[in-house]
Each structure stands twice: as structure tokens, then as C-alpha cells.
């Protein structure tokens, strides 16, 4: 599919420019994301491109059901969702004696230009049936002809490829696909790269990743977001519903999140995906998507110190895209850093190279690459009342089948994007982990200095389903019962006490990682009691004699994990002192 990009957030510094603004996002940290809207017979695809080498290799071929317009995405739309939607799984701790307690005495608180031209060699081949020029992009899109035929233009044309692509490209060719190539124009640096948005007429949303393999790296991740009157789901894709038992709540991690997500996939062959979100856009923060402040006609009739100037005012300095704006239409001068440069623009009067400046193009680049897309962004999020964000990973020789999507009126919001579990450290260093599994608080024991449980068997997909067009999904793989052994295994072998002691800690603190928010959340604590405590009990929402249950539309967990609710919490008390 190409290579896309990962989450930018601006960054505070001293000045109106930063020199690090391109940050990755502590989320979204490789892989493709990529916005469907379905109108109709209308799809519009939004898709942000990642790309770290060289300005003149980079290319970008991408398989298209029918001839698109192409126009200049939303990076910043990509940035918010991804801030206000990717789950968060988070620990809250708890301290029985202040002794154990790092906090105490703390207070306990937590901290459009001109047209390209294109070689056709004048032999028979694909016909152009697109060329344009958009943002920092040239585009061509190409319509028949043979894979041998499409890479022999590309080459001829300056498109980096690979030739290992051949036999993809000929697939996508049999099947009817058009191909869109981009590069990036004349003189444009890799800063200048921003997302595309192609609209055309299609009959349903799919992601082309069987060309992606070519140089995709192992376990890449896809998020899809999708903006729609319903739900959306995976068509020919398994759904998966994370464990988050399985998860490693000792070390809470971006990391430990995506492995588990790479790990439940891959439980269901490969092929699926996770919903992490879907209810209303207006979670989605567009504050710095658009800005009523942006105006380009302001930069007209004005001089480069002028243009600092009013880019400050308007708050532009905060758009990633408007230092590639800068490079080319106000560089620095050899030798000088660009932030510096631009924040002491008076101080360098004499050295700006004043035949780099056109007043009208700028003004048009601030309209094309920034403003336009901020009010498409802002007003798409405002017509659609449902948005969904689905998560997998993939690596290279999985990527034999596009996935692709449809919608379900009969699907129920995910909106737990957060997901809190408590530890409660008990007198003496030992801890108890209260983990949600659907609705109930499952006790993991991990006494002081030990390793959150490898977990032997367990599951990392607590169920695999189908989603049909209409009705609730389909459970293909009901992992309860394993579940239920490897918890019991582990709970049987571990022991956590509690010394005598003082307690009453105040004293939190809480760790952060990124999860699914299919998993649900909650918190609690052992009650104060005589000196002795034996697990919490449990209300079971399930109908243990038939193994399924209709309540709040879940799938059944089964039997298993009825049982394993029940009886088989495993050893975990309190007594006065140790030994």
C-alpha cells in the first residue's frame, strides 16, 4: 500500500518555530493509517505517508478501484484521532503501609501548481489517465496495460520500484485496479510530505496491502479509521477481542500493547482485526485541525519578515506542514539552522534570498496544504455521527488477502478507550493486579520482586468472531476454557501475604500503555478487614448452564471461566506478620 505515517504533536519551545515538531506519537509508532468515508457509491480515502529516505527515491504506487480525484489530506486530522482514540491501558497504584509507599510524605499526587510531464515512450502501455500536481506531490494515474508494461513507465518516469512487485501488480491489473503513482515534485524535500485524499466511485472500502509486501516489515501495523452513520467492521477479516490478562500490567507499555495485539492476530491466522473505537467523532479535539485564525490572503503584498509575522499571529506555526512551506518559499541561509533563522528573521534581513519568495504562492501552497484540508477535515467530522478506529498487524507473508470493510447498524459503541487495572501493593512489597475481563475483576497475585505471570497457555485473544452485515458477531473461537486453565495454574502455584504493619498509604501513581478498549476497565481495593481476606466474589453475567448469554449484546465466555470465577482464585490471604 505504500508507506504511512505515524502521529505528529507540536512540541513547546522557546520560540514560534521548533526545531523536533515532527514527533512521533507515543501510540501510533509505525505503520499505515489510513480514513475511509463511504457516500453513497462515493468512497473518499485519506491516507497519511510515512517516508524517511531520500527526496528523490521516494515513490508510491497505489492500487485504486476507479479514476479518483486527488486532493491534499488532513495530517493534523490524523494526529487528533489518533490522541483522543488510541487506547490507553493504565495502572493504578495502591499502598497498604506508607513504608512501601514512594509517595509518602509527597502528598501521594501523580505527577495546485503546474502539470507534470510524463514519458509514455510512445510504446503501447498503460494510459494516463491522470496527471497532476498536488500539495508537494506529482500524480499520475495509470489505467491497462501489463505489469511489465506499468513497471517500465514507472522507471522511465523516475518512480522508484521494486521488480519483485511484477506478479502483484499483474494481479491488481486482472482484477480491474487502476494505479495511482506519486512522487514528490521538483525541488520538494521529504518535510514537505503530507497525507492524500483520493475520491472515486467504489462499491466498498478495502486496504490493497498484497503490493505493501514488497517492503513491509514484520508485524506493521494498519489502523483504519472510518466515518459513517454506523459501525464498521471487517468483511473477509476476522475480529478480534483482546485478553487482557494476557497483557503484562507490571510493565505497562506501548509495546506490550501492539505485542499483544501482534499476538492475538496472529491466533486468528493472521487475518484480523480489533476495534478500539466507535461512537461519536466529536471525541476527536479539531482545535489545531483548522483555525478560524488562518487566513492566505494575508500573505499577499507582504515581505518574508512580514510572512514571520503574520504566520505567528494566525497560530500557523503550530501546522506540521508549514515549515515545509517555509523551506522553499523563505530557506534559511547556508550554514544557519532554520528555526533560528526564522525565529530571528530581523537579525538576518540581509541574507534572505528574496528570488525564493512569491507572495501569491505561498499564499496558495498556505491554502492548498493547510487550510482546505483543515475545513474538509473539521466538516467531515461534523456530517458523520459514528467513527470507528479498527487496529491489526501484519507481517509480509500474511499480506496474500486485501482486507476489506462494511458497516453494521447493529454493532454496539466501544467508547473505553481508557482501561485502568489497580495494583494494590500489600504490606511487605507483594501485589495484587485487578484485571477486567468483561465485567469481572479477575485478582492476578505477583509477589514482591517477581515478574508479572509469562502465563503458560493463555490465550492472547479472549474471543475470535465473525462480524456479519447485520446482527452481533459470530463467535468463531470461545478461548474461556484455556483461559481458565492457565489462571488457574498460575493462581494455584503463587502466594501473596501481607505483613503486619501500619497502613492507610495514600499514595498513588499511575503507569500508562496502550490497550484496546474493548476490554473494558475498573479499579478496586481489599476491603480493611480482621487480619484474614480470600478473593472478592463475583456476579457472573452468563448463563453458566447453556454456556451464553444475551446481556448488553456479548458474546458468551463460556463455562469455563464461569467455573474458574467461582473456584479457582487460588491461594491469596492476609495474616498479621510473615513467617
Known amino acids: 500500500m505504500g508507506l504511512l505515517g505515524a502521529p505528529r504533536s507540536a512540541q513547546a519551545c522557546g520560540g514560534t518555530f521548533c526545531d523536533n515538531l515532527p514527533d512521533p506519537m507515543p501510540v501510533d509508532q509505525r505503520g499505515e493509517d489510513i480514513l475511509f468515508i463511504m457516500d453513497g457509491s462515493t468512497i473518499e480515502v485519506q491516507v497519511r505517508i510515512e517516508y524517511t529516505g531520500e527526496a528523490e527515491r521516494f515513490a508510491w504506487v497505489l492500487p485504486i478501484q476507479a479514476l479518483p480525484e486527488v486532493t491534499v489530506g488532513s495530517d493534523p486530522l490524523f494526529t487528533a484521532m489518533s490522541n483522543a482514540l488510541a487506547p490507553s ?6 499502598y497498604d503501609c506508607d513504608e512501601d509507599d514512594p509517595w509518602a510524605g509527597e502528598g501521594g499526587e501523580d505527577s495546485g501548481g503546474s502539470e507534470p510531464k510524463f514519458d509514455a515512450g510512445g510504446d503501447p502501455g498503460p494510459d494516463v489517465v491522470l496527471e497532476a500536481v498536488v500539495g508537494a506531490f506529482e500524480v499520475v494515474v495509470l489505467q491497462g496495460g501489463t505489469a511489465q508494461e506499468v513497471i517500465d513507465f514507472l522507471n522511465d518516469n523516475d518512480y522508484a520500484q521494486d521488480p519483485n512487485a511484477a506478479p502483484i501488480l499483474q494481479s491488481y ?7 495511482a503513482a506519486v512522487k514528490l515534485a521538483a525541488g520538494a524535500d521529504v518535510q514537505a ?8 466511485q467504489g462499491t466498498e472500502p478495502c486496504v490493497p496491502i498484497r503490493l505493501t509486501r514488497i517492503a513491509a516489515k514484520d508485524d506493521m501495523g494498519i489502523r483504519a479509521y472510518f466515518l459513517g452513520q454506523d459501525r464498521w467492521a471487517p468483511s473477509n477479516y476476522d475480529h478480534v477481542v483482546l485478553n487482557p490478562l494476557a497483557y503484562n500490567w507490571k510493565q505497562s507499555s506501548p509495546a506490550g500493547y ?11 491466522g493472521g487475518h484480523a482485526f480489533a476495534t478500539e473505537y466507535a461512537g461519536s467523532p466529536n471525541k476527536v479535539e479539531t482545535f489545531n485541525i483548522y483555525r478560524p485564525t488562518w487566513d492566505e490572503t494575508a500573505f499577499v ?27 522553499e518559499f523563505i530557506p534559511p541561509p547556508d550554514g544557519v539552522d532554520a528555526t533560528e533563522f526564522w525565529n530571528n528573521i530581523d537579525f538576518y534581513a540581509d541574507q534572505i534570498n528574496l528570488m525564493a519568495w512569491d507572495d501569491l504562492a505561498f499564499s496558495a501552497g498556505v491554502l492548498e496544504r493547510i487550510i482546505e484540508p483543515g475545513l474538509h477535515a473539521v466538516d467531515l467530522l461534523d456530517t458523520w ?45 507483594d501485589s495484587v493486579f485487578r484485571v477486567a475481563v468483561e465485567k469481572d475483576q479477575m485478582p492476578v497475585c505477583v509477589p514482591e520482586g517477581a515478574s508479572y505471570p509469562g502465563w503458560e497457555q493463555m490465550p492472547n485473544a479472549l474471543r475470535v468472531e465473525k462480524v456479519p452485515q447485520m446482527g452481533p458477531p459470530q463467535v468463531e473461537s470461545d478461548n474461556a476454557a484455556a483461559i481458565a486453565a492457565a489462571y488457574e495454574s498460575y493462581q494455584s502455584s503463587v502466594q501473596c501475604l501481607a505483613d503486619g504493619g501500619e497502613t492507610g498509604g495514600s499514595g498513588t501513581g499511575t503507569s500508562g500503555g496502550d490497550g484496546d478498549g474493548d476490554g473494558g476497565g475498573g479499579s478496586g481495593a481489599a476491603d480493611d478487614g480482621d487480619g484474614t481476606e480470600t478473593g ?9 448452564s447453556c454456556g451464553c448469554s444475551s446481556q448488553d449484546g456479548r458474546a458468551p465466555i463460556g463455562l469455563a471461566l464461569g467455573l474458574l470465577v467461582l473456584g479457582l482464585i487460588g491461594p491469596w490471604r492476609r495474616q498479621g506478620a510473615r513467617g
Open 89 to 94: 491501558w493504565q495502572v493504578q497504584t495502591q
Open 173 to 179: 491489473l486482472d482484477e480491474g485496479f487502476l494505479f
Open 193 to 200: 510530505i503530507h497525507p492524500l485524499s483520493f475520491k472515486f
Open 258 to 268: 501492539v505485542g499483544l495485539l501482534s499476538m492475538a492476530v496472529d491466533e486468528a
Open 301 to 327: 503584498g507582504v515581505d518574508p519578515i512580514a510572512a514571520i509575522d503574520i504566520i505567528a499571529d494566525q497560530a500557523l506555526n503550530i501546522h506540521p506542514l508549514i515549515q515545509a512551506l517555509l523551506l
Open 385 to 429: 455521527p459514528k467513527l470507528t478506529r479498527l487496529n491489526t498487524t501484519i507481517s509480509p507473508s500474511e499480506m496474500t488477502l486485501d482486507p476489506t470493510f462494511h458497516a453494521n447498524a447493529d454493532l454496539p459503541d466501544v467508547t473505553s478507550t481508557i482501561v485502568t487495572t489497580t495494583e494494590q501493593v500489600l504490606c511487605g512489597g
Open 536 to 544: 472478592p466474589g463475583y456476579n457472573l453475567p452468563y448463563d453458566v
